[in-house]
């Protein structure tokens, strides 16, 4: 296969993710559906988190699955089941346990399943890049709000919430279906041409492809979902109130903050692919560590971030960290463990996004309900950022000869290498 055409399987993943992550502007659902239908803030922020826990969830399943099958049949799965999901909350009229099952139950399993395969691709097919691509691979979800948001509003304006859902439904079963099929594995042992690790990436990267259960028998795997955890539980509370959090500490228009979170989300992109890009120049270790310094610190301001301006800019940084763990993580589990069998290995530590989801979002929407006002949960969640800088200082990578000491089977045959 010609080398152009790993770019056309990078493009089609970036399209995928756009319309994937069009489940990031869920704030802008939130008010007409508390208000049209009299649910609380807390049952319909409840919706979002079913679908990114589940997304975790099937995210690691089916990264078991494309081993087996492919790519392809994984991501128009993924597509069908995420379309279907939001085209069937059109049908959600006074029945909250409707909205639970299709936008939460069935479209964050078609989550799960099609987001893990572009980055479990385009890994193998950028060995030469690995930071930067998988940063590439997911910064389209983080765009996906940029161009839901205002969309989503507009239409809710004209023709409804419900009816919002079913043309969105519709297009985002359109989009990944199609981008579904460019989905496809390098042939085995590919390389770029002329392309060989330098000795910098040689000692980043492990010398052997681990399966599932030998990485499970590492520490290493537990420090790296605790990284993801705690960077997407301080992001994703966010995320989960935007619009309202805007509203609430600047006064501007439902219109007006519906826009600031379409400009956020641009940082929660370009984070994905900006802290990528810089882990593979000062290591993924420092990359999580500057990310939680700038996370504690921001979150702490951003109660007394009170101008429109300030409030966007802020929150703008704060999805750049954010993204950047989900456009670093991808590629430190490739360096740990091999490239291999990263799609079961990270869809496994996916499980962490799902755990933030039923953790963050639901903490902030309480303490909101409860003290009135969200700036009780900014600083608590500023203060778990600061204490978060201490897992990315003392991780490091594992050793071939451990996992041979833990007497695993089949490990008398590993050899270092690969």
Not at 74 to 95: I, Q, R
Not at 108 to 128: E, M, N, S
Not at 152 to 179: E, H, K, P
Request: net charge positive.
């Amino acid at each position: 296969m010609k080398a152009l055409n790993r770019w056309h399987i990078a493009l089609a993943g970036v399209c995928m993710q756009l319309a994937l992550g069009a489940v990031y502007a869920w704030s802008v659902f939130r008010g007409p559906l508390a208000k049209q239908f009299g649910w609380s803030i807390s049952e319909v922020t409840l919706t979002f988190t079913i679908s990114i826990f589940v997304l975790g969830i099937a995210a690691f399943l089916r990264g078991l699955w494309l081993n087996r099958k492919g790519p392809r049949i994984v991501a128009v799965t993924g597509g069908t089941l995420y379309g279907l999901g939001v085209f069937l909350a059109s049908f959600s009229a006074n029945k909250l346990w409707w909205l639970y099952l299709s936008y939460g139950l069935i479209g964050g399993i078609g989550l799960g399943f099609a987001y893990i395969v572009p980055v479990a691709v385009l890994v193998k097919w950028f060995p030469d890049r690995r930071g930067l691509i998988t940063g590439v691979a997911v910064g389209g979800f983080g765009a996906g709000a940029l161009i839901t948001a205002p969309l989503a509003t507009r239409l809710i304006q004209s023709v409804g919430v419900l009816n919002t859902f079913a043309y969105l439904g519709t297009a985002f079963l359109i989009v990944t279906v199609v981008a579904g099929f460019f989905m496809r594995n390098p042939p085995n042992g590919w390389r770029p041409e002329g392309w060989r690790s330098t000795p910098s990436q040689t000692s980043q990267r492990a010398g052997h492809d681990y399966t599932l259960s030998e990485a499970l028998k590492t520490w290493q795997c537990y420090a790296l979902w605790l990284l993801l955890f705690l960077n997407t539980c301080a992001g994703i509370s966010i995320i989960s109130q935007e619009a309202p959090i805007f509203q609430e500490l600047t006064g501007v228009t439902a219109v007006a903050a519906a826009g600031m979170v379409g400009l956020v989300s641009i940082g929660n992109a370009v984070g994905r692919v900006f802290w990528a890009w810089a882990s593979d120049l000062m290591t993924r270790r420092a990359t999580f560590v500057v990310m939680f310094v700038v996370q504690a610190f921001l979150f702490w301001l951003l109660p007394n971030s009170q101008a429109a301006l300030s409030m966007t800019i802020v929150t703008f940084v704060v999805l750049m960290c954010y993204g950047g763990g989900f456009g670093t993580m991808p590629a430190f589990a490739a360096d740990y463990f091999g490239s291999r069998n990263v799609g079961p290995i990270y869809g496994l530590m996916l499980t962490a996004w799902g755990a933030a989801s039923a953790f963050g979002p639901l903490l902030i929407a309480h303490m909101r309900e409860v003290d009135g006002s969200y700036g009780g949960a900014l600083h608590i969640i500023a203060g778990v950022m600061a204490a978060s800088v201490l897992v990315p200082i003392f991780i490091s990578p594992p050793k071939l000869g451990a996992l041979r000491s833990n007497n695993l089977p089949g490990t008398a045959s590993l050899a270092p290498g690969r």
